[in-house]
């Protein structure tokens, strides 16, 4: 045992943690018979139903750069986007190689076994965007106007989905080596040493902190009229409060060694080249003269000659 494993069983032994058992919490929210309606599948459907709801609301403000069909397109093909993401990415990013893992490239059959866990926050990112990128092209949209508006629903998603966690009991973070009031023992880790429960600064960090800073955005200034900006701001700031946390969640276990021997864990160096992305993007959105609110089309109707319908993408199919 090394000391400081020891040092932490004494701190322990010192401050009585939290014991999640103690919380009285279920992975499911009613079981029938084998059914389980299980919170982390809950939380996938409320994030998606709210984004579509808030998006909805959004477009119907002055120079909205899609329709309602649209919207409807995007709340089908990103509900598809973030699953098959977050499992290729997972596959590719945490799995074969040096992580101990069987890779699932080399098992496909694996793949769809979604309720085995392994989802890929930088995958469902990927997948996503690639939908987003599959709308516009299709609606003949502006994609990083499409963009904009899609970034400001995200946090809501990520949230559920952290608290989600939370709740499972699952992804709890390091070992906390200083006291702290609200660390927490969790049932299935190893050691049963107090953690940081740090699905909780994720959901805090990426979802509400996220979701503050992005809803005033959109409502209160005309960041929508700057193309980018919106999209930029959530990218730095998602990608920012990643790497934070990072530093309090414990790596997963096929790739300890890899952050032992680099300094950082995989999900901070997937984080480095999306802080650079968010800030060209917002560095591009300042850059560039603001879209007049009077000289926006409506989505869906055509623009009058000589008028801003390039910019906008023009939302006609």
Known sequence: MSLTTLAVAAAAQAHEPIYWVNLGLKSYVFQIGSFELRWYSLAYLAGIILAYWQVSRMIRQPGAPM????????????????????????????TGGDTGIPSLWAHPSELVKLW??????????????????????????????????????VPFGMMFGRLANFVNGELWGRVVVNYVPWEMVFPDAPDQLPRHPSQ????GLEGLMMILIMLPLFWKTRA???????????????????????????????????????????????????ILLGLTLVGRALARPSLGAARLPEAGAPAAAGETGGETGGAAE
């Not at 329709?67 to 590719?92: E, K, M, N, P, S």
């Not at 909780?200 to 959901?203: D, S």
Request: net charge neutral.
């Open 67 to 94: 329709a309602q069909r649209h919207v409807d397109d995007l709340f089908f093909y990103c509900t598809i986007g973030v699953i098959l993401g977050g499992r290729l990415g997972y596959a590719t990013f945490y």
């Open 116 to 153: 085995h866990g392994g989802m890929s926050f930088h995958g469902g990112l990927i997948g996503v965007t690639l939908a987003m990128a599959y709308v516009a092209w299709r609606g003949k949209l502006n994609f990083l106007r499409v963009v904009d508006y899609v970034a400001v629903c």
């Open 200 to 203: 909780l600064y994720e959901a």
């Open 224 to 274: 929508r009229f700057r193309p980018g900006m919106l999209a930029g701001v959530f990218v730095t700031g998602i990608a920012c409060a990643r790497f934070i946390v990072e530093f309090f969640r414990e790596p997963d276990a096929q790739l300890e060694t890899f952050a032992h021997e680099t300094g950082l864990s995989m999900g901070q160096w997937l984080t480095i080249p999306l």
